[in-house]
């Protein structure tokens, strides 16, 4: 069973900083890429950033140029999230798409339990 587990969360004025990290356990065949995604009350759920097995990057229009997604290896993600805004207030999600062993035959889509971010003006 593949868990993940975020932390960094919490309460920050405008022009702030907060780090999030979210890190992979369990048994992992391939990772295809890790991501965070963002739901603030009344809103769906949507995609903040990823990252790829080969380092690739992907960031929403919102976010870019403010927050940075990197890793320390395939199984452990960061958020660094600079310049927030109240805007940027919602739970955020880590997600990992990968492949659990190498007969499967699709892939599988985890999501971690969600740390808040709130930001006040």
């Known amino acids: 069973q593949v868990q993940l587990v975020e932390s960094g969360g919490g309460m920050v004025q405008s022009g702030g900083s907060l780090r999030l990290s979210c890190a992979a356990s369990g048994s992992i065949y391939s990772m295809y890429y890790m991501g965070w995604y963002r739901q603030a009350p009344g809103k769906e759920r949507e995609l903040v950033a990823t990252?790829?097995?080969?380092?690739?990057t992907n960031y929403a229009d919102s976010v870019k140029g403010r927050f940075t997604i990197s890793r320390t290896n395939v199984k452990t993600v960061y958020l660094q999230m600079n310049s927030l805004k109240p805007e940027d207030t919602a739970v955020y999600y880590c997600?990992?798409?990968?492949?659990?062993?190498?007969?499967?035959?699709?892939?599988?889509?985890?999501w971690g339990q969600g740390t808040q971010v709130t930001v006040s003006s």
């Open positions: 997600n990992a798409v990968f492949r659990r062993t190498p007969g499967d035959g699709t892939s599988t889509s985890n």
């Open positions: 990252i790829g097995s080969t380092g690739s």
